[in-house]
């Protein structure tokens, strides 16, 4: 039995930034290489550690990949179809920049609109 | 639960619900076999397509999963010592019962509580 919870305060566990990037460079949303380097470069840049990551090319078109990080996780999917990406950066850590690898993201795909969404995870913690 | 969907536009490439799941039974958040089991039996349940799994187990609680689908990707997080499970179901099939996930997520962890966001991802693609 663990037993802990009543001593912890009631804050927000964890933050989430929803990035759907529009108007991008085809040949890179398509590129495991392009997408897995970005996304792994990202986790490095806001500082967070990596634990795990899976890449997954779909045929004919479109990559998925997500890097579990000990502050949660970074995923991103790909339609080049449509110049489109969902990228997704849940970290439970304070010090993470999430503005800054919002815009590293935009310019590594070139993407020409991003629309974001920002929420926090957990605020109703007892 | 926040029931959001039936405002959104039409027409998305994904469908995304982000569920925070509070007051559960701790030690179902702290097995990393538990978690494994219900993130992929949430995935075969609603139909989707496992394409890679990912699950780590945190010291000295909590684990992290990801489970990357050909319709984009499960996620989820514990927080054994605060009784909190933070889900992520993110696909792009219109079939996808996220409803039918979203109660079976709740009855495994046993939480009390549930707080449910629903958006459409990629709406704004030309």
Same mark, same amino acid.
């Given at each position: 039995?663990?037993?802990?919870?009543? %001593?912890?305060?009631?804050?927000?566990?964890? #933050?989430?930034?929803?990035?759907?990037?529009?108007? *991008?460079?085809?040949?890179?949303?398509?590129?495991?290489?392009?997408?897995?380097? /970005?996304?792994?470069?990202? /986790?490095?840049?806001? !500082?967070?550690?990596?634990?795990?990551?899976?890449?997954?090319?779909?045929?004919?078109? !479109?990559? %998925? !990949?997500?890097?579990?990080?000990?502050?949660? #996780?970074? /995923?991103?999917?790909?339609?080049?179809?449509?110049?489109?990406? /969902?990228?997704?950066?849940?970290? *439970?850590? %304070?010090?993470?920049?999430? #503005?800054?690898?919002?815009?590293?993201?935009?310019?590594?795909?070139?993407?020409?609109?991003?629309? $974001? $969404?920002?929420?926090?995870? !957990? %605020?109703?913690?007892?």
């Amino acid at each position: 039995m663990l037993e802990l919870a009543d %001593s912890l305060p009631a804050v927000a566990i964890g #933050h989430q930034i929803v990035l759907d990037l529009y108007d *991008c460079a085809r040949e890179r949303l398509d590129s495991v290489d392009v997408v897995r380097t /970005a996304l792994v470069q990202t /986790a490095r840049a806001v !500082g967070v550690t990596i634990v795990e990551e899976v890449f997954h090319k779909f045929s004919p078109w !479109g990559v %998925s !990949g997500v890097v579990v990080i000990a502050e949660s #996780h970074l /995923a991103i999917h790909t339609w080049p179809e449509r110049r489109y990406a /969902a990228v997704d950066i849940f970290t *439970c850590g %304070s010090s993470v920049d999430l #503005h800054r690898a919002t815009r590293y993201l935009q310019r590594v795909f070139e993407a020409e609109r991003v629309v $974001k $969404k920002e929420f926090r995870r !957990g %605020s109703e913690v007892a």
